[in-house]
């Protein structure tokens, strides 16, 4: 008997030592920053996530790869250095900021690749665990903000200080890029009879598929128009009120657990609910979407419509009350359309460029196209590009002033507490 014990002794060693060394192979550490480590996982996080949101093909470029993941790996032992002296000094991440950031990111990437499993693969992942480091990620950044803030809030920079920063970087500092004062209208495309039609005759097809006895989560997979999760069955997750499109939280927190909705219409399309779980305030919802499309005789009606006021405003008619009027922007009733001073450059819609391009100061564009709908865009004035005024541009050049001077005591902070701290490398970026 004795004999067998040992020999089961000796299988379950065998075993363990098996899965430890498994372990380690998967979770490969990169460095140990005193008592915490940085894992190879964490660093390949980091740079795919970097890599999706700039739109990066590492895979073909092995010396930027290399480049990416040395300056990551950097940049997470800094990280450990500060979450140390961050929970020295009791600092915590708000949850629900956490869970909102982190919903808000995962659809981001998810439609930046196109589908979860694409996902999976880029990150070379499960979803489970990309999500589950993107809230430690996360929840980590905003601690160290804090702490950054709360250490160097205080940091004052005097007149001489810019006059000095200014003499010392004048050639080297960014010129003032050309900016633009612009006002717009849009209409969105609003779907007509014959689109409302088909999407009300697809929720009900799915409706009695439902009462059938059909699984939500396989018909989300099949037929929901919401790219970020139709392929999770429609899962949202859970979220808080607040969170949702006013009609589909209303909606959503009526439902009790298990039970699924009637059609519910919001700006997005149609959606079928089901509520999943509650944990009070916070609910996680699946849904089907299905999108109401507009037919082509929507697209020309709103074309014509711009036509006509842009004429109305060509022939002396008041923008902003037109815009009051007709405009679409949730934003309306507080800027009658007015979107402010943009640099041209960092001007997220190529629709927008492309027509700034066109206009002199005063005229309207003819109607064009966005993601959102449908615009006629005014261009109010224009500024050219130049380099950076200390008699008119004082502001700017505090503020670039002030952030080198909180950069270079950063540094010195940092490069203090790196001498107090062991740093061991594992893995070699070259």
């Given at each position: 008997?004795?004999?067998?014990?040992?020999?089961?002794?000796?299988?379950?060693?065998?075993?363990?030592?098996?899965?430890?060394?498994?372990?380690?192979?998967?979770?490969?550490?990169?460095?140990?920053?005193?008592?915490?480590?940085?894992?190879?996982?964490?660093?390949?996080?980091?740079?795919?996530?970097?890599?999706?949101?700039?739109?990066?093909?590492?895979?073909?470029?092995?010396?930027l790869l290399k480049k990416l993941q040395k300056q990551v790996l950097d940049?997470?032992?800094?990280?450990?250095?500060?979450?140390?002296?961050?929970?020295?000094?009791?600092?915590?991440?708000?949850?629900?900021?956490?869970?909102?950031?982190?919903?808000?990111?995962?659809?981001?990437?998810?439609?930046?690749?196109?589908?979860?499993?694409?996902?999976?693969?880029?990150?070379?992942?499960?979803?489970?665990?990309?999500?589950?480091?993107?809230?430690?990620?996360?929840?980590?950044?905003?601690?160290?903000?804090?702490?950054?803030?709360?250490?160097?809030?205080?940091?004052?920079?005097?007149?001489?200080?810019?006059?000095?920063?200014?003499?010392?970087?004048?050639?080297?500092?960014?010129?003032?890029?050309?900016?633009?004062?612009?006002?717009?209208?849009?209409?969105?495309?609003?779907?007509?009879?014959?689109?409302?039609?088909?999407?009300?005759?697809?929720?009900?097809?799915?409706?009695?598929?439902?009462?059938?006895?059909?699984?939500?989560?396989?018909?989300?997979?099949?037929?929901?128009?919401?790219?970020?999760?139709?392929?999770?069955?429609?899962?949202?997750?859970?979220?808080?009120?607040?969170?949702?499109?006013?009609?589909?939280?209303?909606?959503?927190?009526?439902?009790?657990?298990?039970?699924?909705?009637?059609?519910?219409?919001?700006?997005?399309?149609?959606?079928?609910?089901?509520?999943?779980?509650?944990?009070?305030?916070?609910?996680?919802?699946?849904?089907?979407?299905?999108?109401?499309?507009?037919?082509?005789?929507?697209?020309?009606?709103?074309?014509?419509?711009?036509?006509?006021?842009?004429?109305?405003?060509?022939?002396?008619?008041?923008?902003?009350?037109?815009?009051?009027?007709?405009?679409?922007?949730?934003?309306?009733?507080?800027?009658?359309?007015?979107?402010?001073?943009?640099?041209?450059?960092?001007?997220?819609?190529?629709?927008?460029?492309?027509?700034?391009?066109?206009?002199?100061?005063?005229?309207?564009?003819?109607?064009?196209?966005?993601?959102?709908?449908?615009?006629?865009?005014?261009?109010?004035?224009?500024?050219?590009?130049?380099p950076l005024s200390i008699e008119d541009d004082w502001e700017q050049i505090?503020?670039?002033?002030?952030?080198?001077?909180?950069?270079?005591?950063?540094?010195?902070?940092?490069?203090?507490?790196?001498?107090?701290?062991?740093?061991?490398?594992?893995?070699?970026?070259?």
């Amino acid at each position: 008997m004795k004999l067998v014990k040992i020999k089961i002794l000796i299988i379950m060693l065998f075993i363990s030592i098996q899965s430890c060394l498994a372990q380690q192979v998967v979770e490969a550490i990169a460095a140990i920053v005193g008592q915490e480590i940085v894992l190879k996982s964490e660093v390949d996080q980091f740079v795919n996530n970097y890599a999706i949101q700039n739109k990066l093909d590492i895979r073909a470029d092995s010396e930027l790869l290399k480049k990416l993941q040395k300056q990551v790996l950097d940049r997470l032992i800094e990280q450990k250095i500060l979450l140390t002296k961050a929970e020295e000094d009791t600092i915590v991440a708000d949850e629900q900021e956490v869970d909102r950031y982190v919903e808000e990111h995962m659809r981001y990437l998810v439609e930046q690749v196109g589908s979860e499993d694409k996902l999976e693969e880029v990150f070379q992942s499960p979803i489970k665990k990309i999500r589950r480091d993107l809230r430690k990620e996360t929840a980590d950044r905003i601690k160290i903000e804090k702490l950054r803030r709360n250490k160097f809030q205080d940091i004052k920079i005097s007149r001489r200080e810019v006059e000095l920063f200014y003499r010392s970087y004048k050639d080297s500092m960014p010129s003032l890029s050309e900016t633009v004062d612009i006002s717009h209208i849009l209409m969105q495309i609003k779907v007509g009879e014959e689109g409302m039609q088909n999407a009300y005759q697809t929720t009900a097809e799915i409706k009695t598929q439902l009462a059938q006895g059909a699984d939500f989560s396989e018909l989300a997979k099949n037929y929901s128009q919401d790219p970020g999760t139709a392929q999770r069955g429609g899962d949202l997750g859970f979220q808080m009120r607040g969170d949702f499109l006013q009609e589909y939280e209303e909606a959503a927190f009526a439902l009790k657990e298990g039970e699924i909705s009637d059609v519910v219409q919001t700006q997005v399309g149609l959606h079928i609910i089901q509520l999943v779980e509650r944990r009070g305030e916070k609910i996680r919802t699946r849904h089907i979407l299905i999108r109401l499309q507009p037919t082509v005789d929507d697209e020309k009606r709103i074309i014509n419509q711009l036509q006509s006021i842009r004429e109305e405003i060509i022939n002396g008619a008041n923008f902003d009350s037109l815009a009051l009027l007709y405009s679409d922007d949730e934003n309306v009733d507080n800027d009658k359309g007015h979107l402010g001073v943009w640099e041209v450059e960092k001007l997220a819609i190529p629709a927008f460029k492309e027509e700034i391009k066109k206009l002199k100061e005063g005229e309207i564009s003819a109607p064009f196209k966005t993601e959102f709908g449908y615009h006629i865009l005014r261009l109010n004035s224009r500024q050219e590009a130049r380099p950076l005024s200390i008699e008119d541009d004082w502001e700017q050049i505090q503020q670039l002033a002030l952030n080198y001077k909180m950069e270079k005591e950063y540094v010195k902070w940092i490069e203090l507490m790196k001498k107090e701290v062991p740093i061991e490398y594992r893995v070699a970026f070259d």
